[in-house]
């Protein structure tokens, strides 16, 4: 009796393990197609910040909807004048990024965007 449960233990553990790595695939696939809505540069012309939208139709109509249903409209990056990036808010899967009608800003190193929990900031040492 013992052996049966540790192997459906086992066989319950990999599915989970495998459906939480395709869903991370999906999210990395959606990351990677999404297109920069608006783009702001600081003062100094060293760094920008970029407002994307995940690409969720590429994952399908019932994946899309899930995932569009769980995770946050936008997402932000932060690049360098030499396009590295420096910061992302994509992997922040617990917030809420963005209001469509809000503009992220530089002031000075910092940046404020809109996020779940009113304003939200970086502050970046590379963007003075």
Same mark, same amino acid.
């Given at each position: 009796?013992? /052996?049966?449960?540790?192997?459906?233990?086992?066989?319950?553990?990999?599915?989970?393990?495998?459906?939480? =790595?395709?869903?991370?695939?999906? +999210?990395?696939?959606?990351?990677?197609?999404?297109? /920069?809505?608006?783009?702001?540069?600081?003062?100094?012309?060293? !760094? *920008?910040?970029?407002?994307?939208? @995940?690409?969720?139709?590429?994952?399908?109509?019932?994946?899309?909807?899930?995932? +569009?249903?769980?995770?946050? @409209? *936008? =997402?932000?990056?932060?690049?360098? +004048? +030499?396009?590295?990036?420096?910061?992302?808010?994509?992997?922040?899967?617990?917030?809420?990024?963005?209001?469509?009608?809000?503009? /992220?800003? =530089?002031?000075?190193?910092?940046?404020?965007? /809109?996020?779940?929990?009113?304003?939200?900031?970086?502050?970046? @040492?590379? !963007?003075?």
């Amino acid at each position: 009796m013992r /052996p049966n449960i540790r192997k459906r233990v086992i066989i319950f553990s990999l599915v989970v393990l495998l459906s939480l =790595f395709v869903l991370l695939g999906l +999210k990395v696939q959606s990351s990677w197609t999404a297109k /920069p809505l608006y783009t702001d540069w600081n003062d100094s012309g060293e !760094c *920008y910040i970029a407002i994307y939208t @995940p690409e969720y139709k590429v994952l399908g109509a019932v994946a899309g909807r899930i995932f +569009k249903y769980f995770s946050s @409209p *936008y =997402f932000y990056r932060v690049y360098t +004048k +030499k396009d590295e990036m420096l910061k992302t808010s994509e992997w922040s899967l617990w917030m809420r990024e963005g209001n469509a009608g809000v503009a /992220p800003e =530089f002031r000075g190193e910092m940046i404020v965007y /809109p996020g779940s929990d009113g304003w939200e900031s970086w502050i970046i @040492p590379q !963007c003075r």
